[in-house]
């Protein structure tokens, strides 16, 4: 249980000490600094800790947002502060300077959790001070200040703040004017019944499989419930996030599920979509496994771009500057928002054209949207990195390197060639090798060997477009170039093969793979380090994969190869999921409530 220590002399009629019993905390009164550090000492080694005037006047919900939000090792609003792990070694440090500078007087007379604040402040130590908006905290100098206080806090609706502040600050079109509305008090009822974020995000996965199941079976109805329930799904989808921000239930653990799970979500609804297809007697598995590469590769490109601009140095550019400018015009947002098809838009779409058209008219329009929002996002950041004059770090090259997924065979070339391509020609030569692989699979006939000579070629501009750090202005682009080739090559080979089955082990495989790169940028995102060396080399880097799947098409016949891509998928899924639950179940790492894709 975390302990709250009030400060000071109690005020007659504060309803202090039962607020913050409220918020979990064991409440201890301490006098004067000395006492209140000896409290901190007696407190739990791995509890939170928490410093409040006793004169603190305001709504819960500020001594919520102040004082249990997981993610940051110290927090404060007005009148309080807190702490938790290592952070209360500073806090306690702080506390015995204020206690020396003090002389362990009563502390009455000022506010000091304010002091402390100022006091990290003042040595650099970093300390989260949450948005307030109209929430009132504050501690009142003398009775009419007291007054006035308390009535700035009748003056507000605590419960309407909460609501509002649920909800994505920055959402989609469709999501907040269609969905959040309702949803944040979808959110309140699940959190007044003691649910958790990460429930309601299975929930959403369980809708999400039995619309894919409806969607199976290849009958306008199950299409129609197959649409109801993706809608169904994706409101529980903003629920959870909306739940995590109204009850403050942050976690690592929860993060990496809701993002995780959204990709499992859409790519098992694109199977049901491309098995109801099959019943009626048309095979749209491939435009099936080119939707989830496209939106893969999409995904790609954000995380890419967003890790290699992380913590860049001068960090300016005239686009950006131009983008704020359109972003400052009210209906621009809007259209801005639209047209990258977040997964708001994306989802609403493929609901409704499931529930009126047929499989194969929804994966058109589904890639035909996703290819022109894909080239309206990606032109604008190549662009914004051609102009901003910007100085990366090893933070973020590294980020980049993890997201390359070298193995072993590109890894050792590089540390060969050691030096690598200047400038642009990183991405160039990773553009090219990859063309090259995936044009040689797709234009030559199934059995050939012109795609290993290919993909040989592939692992040779791996190697030099790896060979040095990722510090170049479009070195972002080699992630999303290695997706784009690797799953490219396994959609080429397997259509090439024309058997049964080829096209849906070819998804299958995909699958796993995308699953594994997904949870190397959340390990990431939550400063837990890229997955262990050893998984890469296990599963052979996607360099290797490319180069085994083009020999595995030249030496075995069409059906063998079916089976053989069968094998990988399962044998990459096996080790991709045992390792990476075995991580998130016991990782370590802050907690963090990743906001992923915008609804």
Same mark, same amino acid.
């Given at each position: 249980m975390p302990t709250a220590i009030v400060t000071g002399q109690p005020v007659p009629g504060s309803s202090l000490e039962g607020d913050l019993r409220s918020l979990g905390f064991d409440v201890r009164m301490a006098a004067d600094t000395a006492e209140a550090r000896n409290l901190i000492a007696a407190a739990p080694a791995d509890g939170r800790v928490a410093l409040v005037d006793a004169r603190f006047v305001g709504h819960p919900h500020a001594l919520r947002l102040g004082l249990t939000d997981p993610r940051f090792p110290l927090a404060a609003v007005p009148g309080a502060v807190t702490a938790q792990g290592t952070a209360r070694q500073t806090l306690s440090r702080a506390l015995e300077a204020q206690d020396e500078t003090g002389g362990g007087t009563a502390v009455a007379v000022d506010s000091l959790p304010d002091?402390?604040?100022?006091?990290?402040?003042?040595?650099?130590?970093?300390?989260?001070?949450?948005?307030?908006?109209?929430?009132?905290?504050?501690?009142?100098?003398?009775?009419?200040?007291?007054?006035?206080?308390?009535?700035?806090?009748?003056?507000?609706?605590?419960?309407?703040?909460?609501?509002?502040?649920?909800?994505?600050?920055?959402?989609?079109?469709?999501?907040t004017f269609c969905i959040s509305p309702y949803s944040r008090y979808l959110a309140r009822w699940c959190a007044r019944r003691g649910l958790t974020p990460n429930q309601v995000t299975t929930a959403s996965l369980l809708t999400a499989l039995i619309a894919a199941g409806c969607a199976a079976t290849g009958t306008r109805p199950g299409f129609i419930a197959a649409g109801v329930l993706l809608i169904a799904s994706f409101v529980l989808d903003c629920t959870d996030g909306q739940l995590a921000r109204y009850s403050l239930q942050y976690s690592t653990l929860g993060a990496w599920l809701d993002a995780t799970f959204d990709r499992a979500k859409e790519y098992a609804y694109y199977a049901g979509l491309a098995l109801g297809a099959a019943r009626g007697g048309d095979d749209v598995w491939a435009l099936a496994l080119g939707a989830m590469i496209l939106?893969?590769?999409?995904?790609?490109?954000?995380?890419?771009?967003?890790?290699?601009?992380?913590? #860049?140095?001068?960090?300016?550019?005239?686009?950006? +500057? *131009?983008? !704020?400018?359109? /972003?400052?015009?009210?209906?621009?947002?809007?259209?801005?928002?639209?047209?990258?098809?977040?997964?708001?838009?994306?989802?609403?779409?493929?609901?409704?054209?499931?529930?009126?058209?047929?499989?194969?008219?929804?994966?058109?329009?589904?890639?035909?949207?996703?290819?022109?929002?894909?080239?309206?996002?990606?032109?604008?950041?190549?662009?914004?990195?051609?102009?901003?004059? #910007?100085?990366?770090?090893?933070?973020?090259?590294? +980020? *980049?390197? !993890?997201?390359? /997924?070298t193995g072993p065979l590109a890894g050792a070339l590089a540390r060969v060639l050691k030096r690598g391509l200047p400038g642009l020609a990183v991405p160039a030569v990773a553009f090219l090798g990859g063309a090259a692989v995936v044009a040689s699979s797709a234009l030559t006939g199934f059995g050939g060997w012109l795609p290993v000579v290919g993909a040989v070629v592939y692992v040779l501009t791996s190697a030099l477009a790896t060979a040095r750090p990722l510090k170049g202005s479009l070195d972002w682009l080699v992630p999303p170039f290695f997706r784009a080739a690797e799953y490219g090559t396994v959609l080429a080979l397997a259509a090439r093969a024309d058997v049964h089955g080829a096209l849906p082990a070819a998804f299958g495989l995909v699958a796993a793979v995308a699953y594994h790169h997904y949870d190397t940028v959340y390990r990431i995102r939550g400063a837990a380090g890229a997955p262990p060396a050893w998984l890469v080399r296990a599963i052979g880097g996607q360099e290797g994969r490319t180069l085994l799947v083009t020999v595995l098409a030249a030496v075995l016949t069409a059906s063998r190869f079916t089976v053989a891509l069968t094998v990988i998928a399962v044998c990459v899924a096996l080790l991709v999921l045992v390792e990476s639950i075995r991580f998130w179940v016991s990782a370590g790492a802050p907690a963090v409530h990743d906001e992923g894709e915008t609804a």
């Open positions: 002091r402390l604040v100022t006091a990290l402040g003042a040595d650099g130590t970093p300390v989260h001070r949450p948005e307030l908006g109209s929430l009132v905290a504050a501690v009142p100098a003398d009775p009419q200040a007291r007054n006035e206080a308390r009535q700035a806090v009748l003056a507000v609706d605590e419960e309407d703040v909460r609501l509002k502040s649920a909800v994505k600050s920055r959402d989609g079109f469709f999501t939106q893969t590769c999409r995904h790609v490109v954000d995380f890419s771009f967003n890790e290699a601009n992380h913590d #860049a140095t001068a960090n300016t550019s005239p686009t950006a +500057a *131009l983008s !704020d400018k359109l /972003d400052s015009v009210g209906w621009t947002v809007w259209v801005r928002r639209m047209i990258v098809l977040p997964i708001g838009e994306r989802w609403a779409m493929i609901a409704v054209l499931t529930a009126v058209t047929t499989p194969r008219v929804t994966f058109y329009v589904l890639l035909i949207g996703c290819a022109l929002a894909a080239t309206y996002t990606t032109a604008g950041r190549v662009l914004r990195s051609l102009t901003r004059k #910007a100085r990366r770090t090893d933070r973020a090259a590294r +980020a *980049l390197a !993890d997201l390359a /997924d």
